[in-house]
């Protein structure tokens, strides 16, 4: 296991902001993992960053990235596959396309590994496809020890899961694909591809959606008066996506996040952050 001291964690976001890790783990078996976690008994659970909105003032004593800990894509036949939590999606889509397996192609522009993505139950727009609809168990560490879960025990939900409120940590976990042949694969990849390419903005850094709920009428309307502060903004492109331009700060991230909540407060409607704010 590689272990860094005084790790820059916004090297390890999307979105370019993080405060420091006093001790960066790099374990490289869910063992060491395990040991890790039954030696520490505090710390944070990093994958790809790519939902993470990190305090840029503080320092977290203890961080696990989990991009080394398991890599196995393990093909059980007929459709079913075991995959690691530090897999990424593109690396899991590519490998069951080529086997004539399918139905998450669009998936392919989440930046993300497979522990990230269940937990956050990642899917596509407005849940049109949805990683854990594939999922047959997870497999989790919890206080030290190996469980299996099923895909009812996961709790999932739009952009939410039962790992918000309890503190498992996902290794793996077994799916179901259905068959799709190659071509309709690689048709739905492209397709995916292209569309982002029409539609997302990435002008600035940034962490994907902000709000799991809102309203996009009035978060466009927000974007277009303008709203910033400092080197952070919504984006006119994506609606309900928040930019850094570069150099900006969790505290200008903050002010923008507040403008858009009390805009919702005040005119009475809904909004559910979907990032995960550290900010202690
Ligand atoms: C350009 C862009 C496009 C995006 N598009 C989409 C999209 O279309 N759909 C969508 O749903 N999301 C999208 N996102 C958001 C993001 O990619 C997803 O939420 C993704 O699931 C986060 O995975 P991650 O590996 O980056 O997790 P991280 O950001 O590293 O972690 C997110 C949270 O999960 C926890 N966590 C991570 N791994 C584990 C683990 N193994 N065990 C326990 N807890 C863990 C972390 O502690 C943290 O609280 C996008 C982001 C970007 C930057």
């Given amino acids: 296991m590689k272990i860094k001291s005084n790790e820059d964690l916004s090297r390890h976001t999307t979105v370019k902001i993080g405060g420091i890790a006093d001790n ?18 505090d710390y944070k659970i990093l994958s790809a960053g790519s939902n993470l909105l990190i305090n840029d003032k503080i320092h977290i004593k203890n961080v696990i990235y989990m991009g080394e800990v398991c890599k196995d894509i393990r093909n ?3 459709g079913r596959y075991y995959c690691g939590a530090s897999v990424r999606i593109q690396k899991l889509i590519s490998v069951i396309n080529k086997d004539g397996y399918g139905g998450i192609e669009e998936l392919v ?3 993300a590994m497979i522990g990230g993505m269940i937990y956050m139950n990642a899917s596509i727009g407005n849940d049109v496809v949805v990683l854990s609809d594939h999922i047959v168990r997870v497999d989790v ?10 895909k009812e025990e996961c709790g999932f939900e739009h952009r939410a899961s039962r790992f918000h409120s309890d503190d498992s940590i996902i290794i793996g976990a077994e799916f179901q694909f259905p068959e799709q042949s190659f071509e309709i694969s690689e048709k739905r990849r492209k397709t995916r591809l292209e569309a982002c390419k029409q539609k997302l903005d990435f002008s600035g850094y940034n962490f994907g959606s902000l709000f799991k709920q809102c309203d996009y009428m009035l978060m466009s309307r927000l974007a277009r008066l303008g709203v910033k502060s400092g080197r952070v903004s919504l984006s006119h492109k994506t609606t309900n996506w928040l930019l850094n331009n570069g150099g900006g700060t969790y505290k200008q991230a903050m002010s923008v996040i507040k403008i858009c909540m009390l ?5 009475r409607k809904k909004a559910e952050l979907e ?3 550290w900010d202690k």
């Fill in 109 to 111: 522009s989440v930046p």
């Fill in 141 to 150: 560490i919890c206080q030290g020890k190996r469980m299996s879960l099923s």
């Fill in 275 to 277: 990032v995960c704010v």
């Fill in 24 to 41: 960066y783990y790099i374990p490289e078996s869910v063992d060491e993992l395990i040991q890790l976690t039954c030696e520490l008994c």
């Fill in 76 to 78: 059980m036949g007929n």
């Fill in 263 to 267: 805009s919702h407060k005040l005119l």
